[in-house]
């Protein structure tokens, strides 16, 4: 069965790259364009990764991993920031909210998926079926 990934990001031009790349390599895709939308489809969905936008309106990327890594239903789910700025002391904080790393902004379409993929299965709270499945079926 596909994996499904939510996307969590408010800039209609990264979504629509994130989820070309990503069904391309067979993944299913879900999307949420602000925290609220992204933690509800979370929740609804239990995605296998979640790919989270730190710069969104209303709600920041931080609140929104820090809420769903207190929710028992979803806090096992890997969430992978997505950031265009990237200083010292940022990697901290996406990580200190719960992020298992991050993707730099601009997305790059010949590594994306790869790093994605690493930095989910490196999450050490991920379910091992999730883990093991990445590994097989995407490569
Ligand atoms: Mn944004």
Do not use: W
């Not at 990001?9 to 069904?23: G, S, T, V």
Request: aromatic share 4%.
């Amino acid at each position: 069965m596909a994996k499904t990934v939510l996307i969590i990001e408010d800039n209609e031009q990264n979504l629509y790259l994130m989820k070309y790349l990503l069904e391309a390599r067979g993944y299913r895709t879900v999307a949420a364009r602000d925290g609220r939308e992204g933690i509800a489809a979370a929740r609804a969905e239990v995605p296998d990764v979640i790919l989270l936008d730190i710069q969104l309106p209303t709600m920041s990327g931080h609140e929104v991993a820090r809420t769903l890594k207190a929710d028992p239903s979803v806090s096992a789910i890997p969430i992978v920031a997505v950031t265009s700025y990237a200083m010292p002391g940022d990697r901290e904080e996406v990580m200190a909210a719960g992020c298992t790393g991050y993707v730099e902004k601009p997305i790059e379409p010949d590594t994306f998926i790869d790093e994605m993929e690493s930095l989910a299965s490196n999450d050490a709270a991920a379910p091992s079926d999730v883990r093991s499945e990445h590994e097989g079926d995407v490569r």
